[in-house]
């Protein structure tokens, strides 16, 4: 059973937005650092924006820095991912994980040390 559960993923049109939410059990957000990936049909899972539970410093992939941007709410236990001016490009299922160690914006990056993951949402950026 995931721990993790995304939500918010839809159909939208190039430059719209969307706000994906992940929430996390009681506590995640006090001792893990949050992190969002995703993953394209056929590619790999990749880096997408994180924020370290210590401070709450944030980090993004270069594609998305400046369109995106990660918050948390530590008493509702859930981290967001707002995504605006959409491209196609971002078409993928995103997923919400927990890690273990990353505590800098550099480690956060690092798939290795997460571990919980949910399920995911999908996201489809039409042109």
């Known amino acids: 059973q995931a721990q993790l559960v995304e939500s918010g993923g839809g159909l939208v049109q190039a430059g719209d937005s969307l706000r994906l939410a992940c929430a996390a059990p009681?506590?995640?957000?006090?001792?893990?650092?949050m992190g969002w990936f995703r993953q394209a049909p056929g590619k790999e899972r990749t880096f997408v924006a994180g924020?370290?539970?210590?401070?709450?410093?944030?980090g993004y992939a270069d594609s998305v820095k400046g369109r995106f941007t990660i918050t948390r709410e530590i008493a509702k236990s859930t981290v967001y991912l707002q995504m605006n001016s959409l491209k196609p490009e971002d078409t993928a299922l995103y997923y919400c994980?927990?890690?273990?160690?990353?505590?800098?914006?550099?480690?956060?990056?690092?798939?290795?040390?997460?571990?919980?993951w949910g399920q995911g949402t999908q996201v489809t950026v039409s042109t």
């Open positions: 994980a927990a890690a273990v160690g990353a505590t800098t914006v550099k480690s956060m990056r690092d798939k290795r040390l997460y571990v919980k």
């Open positions: 924020i370290t539970t210590l401070g709450g410093s944030t």
């Open positions: 009681e506590g995640t957000l006090s001792r893990m650092t």
